[in-house]
Nanobody, 113 residues
Framework: VQLQASGGGSVQAGGSLRLSCKTSGMNFRIATMTWYRQVAGTQRELVASITSGGTANYIDSVKGRFTISRDYSRNTVWLQMNDLKPEDTAVYYC????????WGQGTLVTVSS
């Protein structure tokens, strides 16, 4: 099982980024996919999740700004992040539980004011 995350970068406040997480070696259709983020020295924070049926959930601080989606034909999950704020700066990880906890390698998002 591999989760390959990409799409991070540096943007100014108010900008947008789209993260992607391409999966392989698993049955993507049955997996709930999740995006976490982590600031150095703090615990990872769940940002958004999407079930196998497409139901999405978000933490309050990103509601209305972030959108999680998935493409079953590409085995990929995305996180569209709009109106980014400096407090969104973190390393973002995609995650799933497939026989065991699985993590992507992380992609850094930096938002400057």
């Amino acid at each position: 099982v591999q989760l390959q995350a990409s799409g991070g970068g540096s943007v100014q406040a108010g900008g947008s980024l789209r993260l992607s997480c391409k999966t392989s070696g698993m049955n993507f259709r049955i997996a709930t996919m999740t995006w976490y983020r982590q600031v150095a020295g703090t615990q990872r924070e769940l940002v958004a999740s999407i079930t196998s049926g497409g139901t999405a959930n978000y933490i309050d601080s990103v509601k209305g700004r972030f959108t999680i989606s998935r493409d079953y034909s590409r085995n990929t999950v995305w996180l569209q992040m709009n109106d980014l704020k400096p407090e969104d700066t973190a390393v973002y990880y995609c995650n799933t539980y497939y026989h065991s906890e699985r993590w992507g390698q992380g992609t850094l998002v930096t938002v400057s004011s």
